[in-house]
C-alpha cells in the first residue's frame, strides 16, 4: 500500500514517515500542495496525509484539487492539523470531500488504525468516496478566505498576547538588572566606607601625639569598625537565613528587658539624630524565643526606625499580649513608605529608595533577615504606614507563661 505524506514541518513529516513504514506501509513525501500534486499524478498513491497549513498549496487546495479530476478523485485524502481546529474548519475539510480530518496532536494507536481503516474500506468499497459538497467556486473561496480571516484572528490575537508576554518580561529584566547593579555598588559601598573611615582615622591616630586627640581618633575607627562589622554580620546572616540555618534555641525571655536592652544599644545613634525613644511594656511579659535572635529584630526595627525618622522625631516601642502570642510594635514618626512599595519591603536587598547614593546606610537585608527568623519562631512581621507620616512595624513571637 502506498501513502503520500505531506506537510512542510520536517519533523512532523519525519515521524510520520517512520511510523508508517514501521506499519508496512510504502511512505513517500512532500513538503507542500505543489509538490503533491505532481507526486500523486507520477505515482497514484492509495491514500494523501496532508497537513493543513504549507506554503504554496495548503490542505484545503490540495484537496479540492484532487477532487476535480477524475483519475484522482477516488485517491481518499486525510488532512490534519493542529491550527485548523474549529468545528468550522472539519466542516470545509469534510465538505472538500475528505476522508477524515484529524486534529494534531493525536494518538499513534488510533491514527494508524484510522488509517488501516480508510485504506480497507475504500478498497473493498465499504466507504464510498465522499463527494464533495461545494462545487460552486465562488462559495467555496468565501468560506475559504473565512477560515483563513479566523485563522489570522487568532494568529494575531496570539501574537499580541505573546508581544505583551515578551514585553512585560523584557521590563522585569530591566528592573532585575538594575537591582544587580544597585544592589553590587550598595554592599561596595557600604563595606567600603567604614574600611576608609577605619584607615582614615588610625592613620591620624598613629602619626598624633596628643594623647586626647589619639583617643579619639582610635575611637572612631573602631565605630567605623562596628558598622563594617554589622554590614558583614548582615551578609552572614542572610546567606544562613537563605540555607535555612537560623534555628532558633528557645528560651524564656522578659520582654521588658529584651526591648530595653535594645534601646540602649541604639540610644547614642537616637541622640545624634536627636529622636526621642520611648518604650510600653508590662513588667511581667514574657515570650519564648531565641533571645539574640529577637534582640537582631528589634535591633534592626529600631535603628530602621531612627533611620529613616526625621530630626526631632519619635519612636515608641510598645508590647502586649494577643492570645497565645506576645505582639510587639515600633512605631515612628519618619518618612513612611508609600503604598505600593509596602509589598516588596520584607524581599532581600529590597529597598524604598534604590539608589546608590541614598543618604541612609544599610543594603536592605535587615527586614528580609528580620522576617526570617520571626517566622522560625512561628510569628509574622508586618508594616502599617502612610508616606509622610510614619510607620508601624509589629511582629510576634509565642508567649510564654511566667514559671
Ligand atoms: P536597609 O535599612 O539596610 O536598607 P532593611 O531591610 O532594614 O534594609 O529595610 C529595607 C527598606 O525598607 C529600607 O531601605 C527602607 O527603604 C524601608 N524601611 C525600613 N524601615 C523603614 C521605616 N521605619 N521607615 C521608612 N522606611 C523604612
Redo the contacts with the bound molecule.
Keep these: 500500500m502506498k501513502i503520500l505524506v505531506v506537510d512542510d514541518n520536517i519533523n512532523d513529516r519525519n515521524l510520520l514517515l517512520e511510523l508508517l513504514n514501521a506499519d508496512g506501509y510504502e511512505v513517500t513525501s512532500a513538503s507542500n500542495g505543489v509538490e503533491a500534486l505532481e507526486k500523486i499524478r507520477e505515482s497514484k498513491p492509495d491514500l494523501v496525509i496532508s497537513d493543513i497549513m504549507m506554503p504554496e498549496m495548503d490542505g484545503f487546495g490540495l484537496c479540492r484539487e484532487l477532487k476535480k479530476t477524475v483519475e484522482t478523485i477516488k485517491i481518499p485524502v486525510i488532512l490534519y492539523s493542529s491550527s485548523f481546529t474549529d468545528r468550522e474548519d472539519e466542516k470545509l475539510v469534510m465538505e472538500e470531500g475528505a476522508a477524515a480530518y484529524i486534529r494534531k496532536p493525536f494518538e499513534i494507536k488510533p491514527f494508524l488504525e484510522k488509517i488501516r481503516e480508510i485504506i480497507t474500506g475504500y478498497k473493498a468499497g465499504k466507504i464510498s468516496q465522499p463527494m464533495p459538497g461545494i462545487l460552486d467556486e465562488k462559495e467555496y473561496l468565501s468560506l475559504y478566505s473565512r477560515r483563513l480571516m479566523k485563522k489570522l484572528e487568532n494568529k494575531v490575537f496570539e501574537l499580541e498576547n505573546a508581544n505583551k508576554k515578551l514585553e512585560t518580561a523584557l521590563s522585569e529584566l530591566e528592573t532585575i538588572d538594575r537591582l544587580k547593579d544597585n544592589i553590587l555598588a550598595n554592599v561596595t559601598h557600604e563595606l567600603r566606607t567604614p574600611l576608609t573611615h577605619a584607615l582614615g582615622y588610625v592613620e591620624l591616630a598613629i602619626s598624633e601625639t596628643d594623647e586626647t586627640k589619639k583617643k579619639e581618633y582610635s575611637r572612631r575607627s573602631r565605630d567605623a569598625l562596628l558598622r563594617e562589622n554589622e554590614v558583614i554580620t ?1 551578609l552572614v546572616e542572610a546567606a544562613y537565613a537563605d540555607k535555612g540555618l537560623l534555628k532558633p534555641v528557645f528560651e524564656t525571655m522578659n520582654v521588658a528587658q529584651i526591648i530595653n536592652e535594645t534601646i540602649q544599644a541604639l540610644l547614642p545613634k537616637a541622640q545624634a539624630y536627636s529622636i526621642l525613644v520611648s518604650c510600653e511594656v508590662k513588667d511581667e511579659l514574657f515570650a519564648k524565643g531565641d533571645r539574640n535572635q529577637i534582640k537582631h529584630v528589634l535591633e ?2 529600631l ?3 531612627i ?2 525618622n526625621r530630626k526631632g522625631g519619635k519612636v515608641e516601642i510598645s508590647a502586649c499580649r494577643e492570645d497565645e502570642m506576645v505582639k510587639v510594635c515600633v512605631k ?1 514618626t ?4 508609600p503604598e505600593e512599595k509596602m509589598g516588596k ?1 520584607f524581599d532581600k536587598m ?4 534604590s539608589e546608590t547614593t541614598r543618604k ?9 533577615i ?1 522576617k526570617n527568623i520571626v517566622e522560625a519562631h512561628e510569628g509574622r512581621i508586618w508594616v502599617e ?1 502612610k508616606a509622610g507620616e510614619g ?1 508601624k ?1 509589629y511582629f510576634t513571637m509565642p508567649a510564654q507563661e511566667r514559671t
Design positions: 548582615h534592626n526595627l535603628d530602621n526606625a533611620k529613616f515612628d519618619g518618612i513612611g513608605i519591603l529590597y529597598q524604598v529608595d541612609f546606610g544599610g543594603i536592605g537585608l535587615g527586614l528580609s528580620a504606614s510607620s512595624f
